[in-house]
C-alpha cells in the first residue's frame, strides 16, 4: 500500500505525465510496481515490441535473439539495467542501444559476439558496469567505448583478444577497474591504454603474455591493483616496474625463473608481491624505492634454502616482510616455512648425507658440494648470473661484444639494449641449453658466420631494432630447433634469401618494419616448415610466381602496408593452407578475376581494407565459399561490390567507407542483406541525395527490374519517419565530409532514370583517374 501512492512522483521524475497500464508480453513476467520485465528462457528470436514504455529493468536471458538491430530497445528508452546474458548474440547493429541513455547496467555475457566495433555501444552515455564475458571476441575496434564517459567497470574476460591495439579503450574517463582476464593476449601496444587516467585495477591473468609490459603499464598513472598471474614469463628484468601508485602486483603461476632485485625499484609504493607457483630456486633481496612492502609470496616455488638465500632471509627480517612459502630443499630443510627460517640455518656446507640429498634434488647444481661459503658463481663483468635459475642479463651495461663466461646451464640470455655493431663467428660457446636469446636494440649491423654456432636448443632469437641490411646463407649455422626468428625493424631492403637454409624447424619469422623491395624465388628455401610470415610495413612492389611454394604449411601471411599494385595471385600457386591473408594498405586499385583461386579453399580471413580499391571483378572471389569467415573492405572507393551470396561462413564483413552507388546495379547486394544475419555497414555514397543511408534501409531498389514484390514490401514499414532518419544523419556526417572529397560533382546534373547512370559513373572513373 506504500508503493502504489508514490508510482506517479517516480512516472514524473522520469518524464512521463500519462501513464497507461502495458501489455506485458507472452510468456513474461512483468511487474509494474518495480517497473521490471522478466522473459527468461523463453526461446525468444526477438526482443518483445510490447513491453511497456516504462520498463526500468528487462531481464531477457536464455533465449535465441542473435542479432540486436538497430533501435532494438527504442520501445524502452528508460531501462537502467539490461540483461542479454545467453542469448545467443552474434552481431550487434549500429546504433542497437541509441535510445538507452539511462542505461547504467548491460549485461552480454556467454554470447557469440567476436568483433566490438566502433559504433556497438552508441547511445549509453550513462551506463557504469559493462560485462562481455565468455564471448569470442577477437578484435576491439578504437572508438568502441568511446561514448561510454561514465563507465567504472569493464569486464571482457574469456574471450579470444590476441592484441590490443592503440587507444583501444579511448573515452572511458571514469573507468575504475578492467577486466581482460582469459583471453589469448601475446602484445599490447604502447598506447593501448592511453587516456585512463581514473583506472585504478587492471587485471591481465590467464594470457599469453611472455614478457612485462612496462612501456604500456607507465601509461596507468592511477593503477594500484595489477594481476599478471597465470601468464608465460620466464624472466623480469631491473626496473621493469615502473608504477608510481601500484601497491599490489601478481606474478603467481607464471614460468619465472629469475627475478631481478631491481624489477620493482621504480615502484615506490608496492606492499604486496605475489611471485607463488613459479620456477625460482633463489632470490636476491629487493631493492626497494620506498620499504613499504610487507608480504613476499613465494609458495609453490622450488626454493632451495642454501647459504644463496640467506640474503634474501636477512633482508626480509630487516625490513619486516613476511615470506611466505617453505624450503623445496635441502633435505634437513625440506617444506620448512621460509618465515621461520633463521639465517644461521642456511648452509652451504653440511655432512656428507646432506651433500648427498642436495646433488639428488638439484640435477644441475652450479658449484660443486665442496664450494665454501660465500663463493660466487662466475658470470662476465657487469652482468647478474644466477645459475639456479639459468638466467642471465646484461642487459643495458655498455657491452660492444658479447660477454664470455655464462654458466653452461644458462637457459634465457637477455643482452638487449647495448653496442655490439657485429656479432662475430662463435659467439655463444658452450651454451647448449640456451633456449631465447635477446638482442633488441644492440646496433648490430652485421653477424658473421657461425655467430650462433652451438646452441642446439635456440628456439627464441630476437634480432629486432638494430641496423641488418643483409644476412649471409650460414649465419645461423648450428641452429636445428630454431622456431621463432624476429628480424622486424632492421635496414633490409632485399629478402635475406638463403638465409634460412640451415633452419628447418622455423615456424614464424618476423619481417615487419624493414625496406625490402621485391620478394624473388627461393627466399624461403629451407624453410618448408614456416607457418607465419610477417611482411608488414615494407616497400614491397613485386612479388615473383610461386615465391611461397616451398612453405606449403604457410598459413598465415602479413603483408599489408606495403606498395603492391594487384593481387599476388600466381605467388599462391602451391599455399594451399594459407588461412589468414593480410593485403591491406596496398595500392591496389583493381581486383581481377580469380584472385584468390589458389587459397580459396583454406583462406579464412582475408583484409582488403583501406586500399583506395575502386573496383572488383564480378569473379574475384571466384572459389572462395562456406569456409570464408572474414572478409574487411572498408576505407576503399568501390561502388560496387561482386556477388556475396556463395560466402555463406561469413561471421565478419565491413563495407564502411565505400562511395556505394545506390542504384540498380547493386541490387544483388540489397537483396544480400536482407537474407543475411550479419552486421555489414553498407552506405550509400551516391546519387548525392543517398549519401550517407545505409544500403538496407533506402528504397530506390523497389523500382529496378527484376525486383521481387515482397521485397518492396518488406521495404516499406522498415522506412523510418523523418524524425528517426535525421539521426543516422547526423551521426554520419563526419563520414560524409571524408568520404566526399568533391567526387559527388560529376552527380549535380544527374537527375537521369537508372538505365542513364552507369555512363555517369564511367564519366567518375574517369575523373577519378585523373586525380
Known amino acids: 500500500m506504500f508503493l502504489l501512492p508514490t508510482l506517479p512522483i517516480v512516472l514524473f521524475f522520469l518524464g512521463i505525465h500519462e501513464v497507461k497500464a502495458g501489455k506485458c508480453p507472452k510468456f513474461c513476467m512483468c511487474d509494474s510496481i518495480q517497473l521490471t520485465v522478466a522473459c527468461v528462457k523463453k526461446n525468444l528470436t526477438e526482443i518483445p515490441p510490447t513491453i511497456d514504455e516504462i520498463t526500468v529493468k528487462l531481464d531477457l536471458r536464455g ?7 538497430t533501435g532494438a530497445f527504442k520501445h524502452t528508452p528508460y531501462l537502467t539495467h539490461l540483461t542479454l546474458q545467453r542469448t545467443g548474440i552474434r552481431k550487434i547493429q549500429e546504433g542497437a542501444f541509441r535510445t538507452l541513455g539511462r542505461l547504467v547496467f548491460l549485461n552480454l555475457a556467454y554470447n557469440d559476439i567476436d568483433i566490438l566495433y566502433q559504433e556497438s555501444f552508441d547511445g549509453l552515455s550513462s551506463l557504469k558496469q559493462l560485462r562481455i564475458d565468455h564471448n569470442r ?26 592484441y590490443i591495439p592503440n587507444m583501444a579503450f579511448q573515452g572511458l574517463q571514469n573507468i575504475k577497474w578492467l577486466r581482460l582476464s582469459h583471453n589469448a593476449l601475446n602484445y599490447i601496444d604502447i598506447e593501448a591504454f592511453a587516456g585512463l587516467f581514473t583506472l585504478t585495477r587492471l587485471s591481465l591473468d590467464n594470457n599469453e603474455l611472455q614478457f612485462f609490459p612496462t612501456e604500456t603499464m607507465t601509461r596507468l598513472p592511477e593503477v594500484t591493483r595489477l594481476d599478471l598471474g597465470y601468464n608465460p614469463m620466464t624472466y623480469l628484468g631491473e626496473e621493469v616496474v615502473s608504477m608510481a601508485k601500484l601497491t599490489h602486483l601478481f606474478l603467481d603461476h607464471n614460468s619465472l625463473q629469475d627475478f631481478s632485485g631491481a624489477a620493482v625499484l621504480r615502484s ?5 608481491l605475489d611471485l607463488s607457483h613459479n620456477q625460482l630456486r633463489i632470490l636476491q633481496p629487493l631493492v626497494l624505492g620506498s620499504p613499504k612492502l610487507t608480504r613476499l609470496n613465494l609458495a609453490g616455488n622450488p626454493i632451495y634454502c642454501s647459504c ?21 630443499g635441502p633435505a634437513h630443510l625440506s617444506d620448512e616455512s621460509l618465515s621461520a627460517l633463521q639465517p644461521s640455518d642456511m648452509r652451504c656446507q653440511s655432512h656428507e648425507n646432506m651433500r648427498k640429498a642436495e ?3 638439484q640435477n644441475r647444481l652450479p658449484l660443486p658440494p665442496t664450494t665454501p661459503p660465500g663463493y660466487k658463481v662466475k658470470c662476465p663483468e657487469n652482468c647478474a648470473c644466477e645459475s639456479e635459475n639459468h638466467h642471465a642479463s646484461c642487459e643495458k651495461q655498455g657491452h660492444t661484444k658479447v660477454p664470455r663466461g655464462f654458466s653452461p646451464d644458462t637457459r634465457l640470455l637477455d643482452l638487449r639494449d647495448n653496442h655490439f655493431h657485429y656479432i662475430a663467428s662463435n659467439s655463444f660457446p658452450g651454451l647448449t641449453e640456451v633456449i631465447s636469446i635477446h638482442l633488441q636494440r644492440c646496433k648490430i649491423h652485421e653477424v658473421e658466420d657461425g655467430a650462433f654456432s652451438g646452441l642446439k636448443g635456440l628456439v627464441y632469437l630476437y634480432l629486432s631494432e638494430n641496423d641488418l641490411t643483409s644476412l649471409s646463407p650460414n649465419v645461423f649455422k648450428g641452429l636445428p630447433q630454431l622456431t621463432y626468428l624476429h628480424l622486424e625493424k632492421n635496414r633490409f631492403n632485399q629478402f635475406p634469401k638463403g638465409a634460412f637454409t640451415l633452419l628447418p624447424g622455423l615456424l614464424t619469422l618476423h619481417l615487419e618494419n624493414n625496406a625490402i623491395t621485391k620478394l624473388e624465388t627461393g627466399i624461403l628455401t629451407g624453410a618448408e616448415k614456416l607457418r607465419s610470415l610477417f611482411l608488414t610495413s615494407n616497400e614491397i612492389t613485386n612479388i615473383s610466381p610461386g615465391v611461397f611454394n616451398p612453405a606449403s604449411d604457410l598459413a598465415t601471411l602479413h603483408l599489408g602496408n606495403n606498395k603492391l599494385k594487384q593481387v599476388p595471385t600466381n605467388a599462391f600457386s602451391m599455399t594451399s593452407s594459407l588461412t589468414e591473408l593480410y593485403l591491406s594498405h596496398n595500392p591496389i586499385r ?5 584472385a584468390f583461386l589458389p587459397v580459396a579453399t583454406s583462406l579464412k580471413h582475408l583484409y582488403l581494407n583501406n586500399m583506395s580499391l575502386e573496383k572488383m571483378s564480378k569473379d574475384s572471389l571466384a572459389g572462395l565459399g562456406s569456409g570464408l569467415q572474414s572478409l574487411l573492405l572498408e576505407g576503399n572507393q568501390l561502388e560496387d561490390v561482386p556477388d556475396f551470396s556463395p560466402l555463406t561462413g561469413l561471421e565478419v564483413i565491413n563495407l564502411a567507407e565505400n562511395p556505394l552507388l545506390c542504384d540498380c546495379p547493386l541490387l544483388p547486394l540489397r537483396n544480400w542483406l536482407e537474407m543475411v544475419n550479419l552486421k555489414v555497414r553498407a552506405k550509400c555514397g551516391y546519387p548525392p541525395e543517398l549519401k550517407g543511408q545505409r544500403v538496407k534501409d533506402v528504397h530506390v531498389f523497389k523500382s529496378c527490374p527484376g525486383q521481387k514484390p515482397s521485397l518492396s514490401q518488406n521495404l516499406k514499414p522498415s522506412k523510418a519517419p523523418k524524425s528517426t532518419k535525421l539521426k543516422p544523419a547526423l551521426v554520419n556526417t563526419p563520414t560524409v565530409i571524408k568520404t566526399n572529397n568533391a567526387k559527388p560533382k560529376p552527380r549535380k546534373n544527374a537527375k537521369s532514370q537508372f538505365v542513364q547512370k552507369p555512363s555517369v559513373k564511367k564519366q567518375k572513373s574517369v575523373i577519378t583517374k585523373h586525380l
Open 590 to 594: 583493381w581486383i581481377g578475376a580469380k
Open 268 to 272: 615506490p609504493k608496492l606492499t604486496h
Open 137 to 162: 571476441i577477437e578484435e576491439i575496434q578504437p572508438g568502441a567505448f568511446s561514448q561510454m564517459g561514465f563507465l567504472i567497470q569493464l569486464s571482457v574476460t574469456h574471450n579470444q583478444l590476441v
Open 359 to 361: 646433488l639428488e634434488e
Open 63 to 69: 533465449n535465441n535473439i542473435q542479432e540486436l538491430p
Open 308 to 328: 644463496y638465500l640467506r640474503p634474501l632471509r636477512e633482508w626480509a627480517m630487516q625490513e619486516r616482510v613476511h615470506l611466505g612459502g617453505t624450503c623445496s
